[in-house]
């Protein structure tokens, strides 16, 4: 014996097309659409934007130093761990490396032009061979 057809849903949707999901069990209309079940599906609305808020740190968390190697490798130490605890989202993770690697970066120029500037010194305030 087979099963009856599934109907779908009697309600147009925003764009005037017909709604193609199914129907519910003794209704014309789908979950979506149900008068009857508005408050359910607000409810799942609500549970559903609480589930997929972005986990930051609070925001009195302290700054933190960010000059050197030895301060990033700090900083992306402590943000691995948070992301283990659950206690930001890997998204902000991301973030947070993509940073450190534009910081390395900057740091890493800035002590070459400050290498170069010496040795431009150097080179100008030497003598003249004789």
């Known amino acids: 014996m087979k099963p009856a057809p599934q109907k779908s849903c009697a309600a147009t949707k925003r764009n005037g097309e017909a709604c193609q999901a199914a129907a519910l069990p003794g209704s014309r209309f789908c979950f979506f659409h149900s008068p009857g079940h508005a408050d359910a599906r607000r409810e799942a609305q609500s549970r559903g934007g609480l589930a997929n808020k972005m986990a930051t740190l609070p925001a009195d968390a302290p700054d933190v130093k960010v000059e050197d190697g030895g301060d990033v490798v700090k900083l992306l130490s402590a943000t691995i761990n948070q992301v283990r605890r659950g206690e930001i989202d890997p998204r902000v ?15 890493d120029r800035r002590e070459l032009e400050s290498r170069i500037a010496e040795l431009e010194s150097l080179v100008k305030n030497r003598r003249p061979a004789e």
């Open 93 to 107: 993770a991301n973030a947070v490396g993509y940073l450190s690697n534009i910081a390395l970066a900057a740091t």
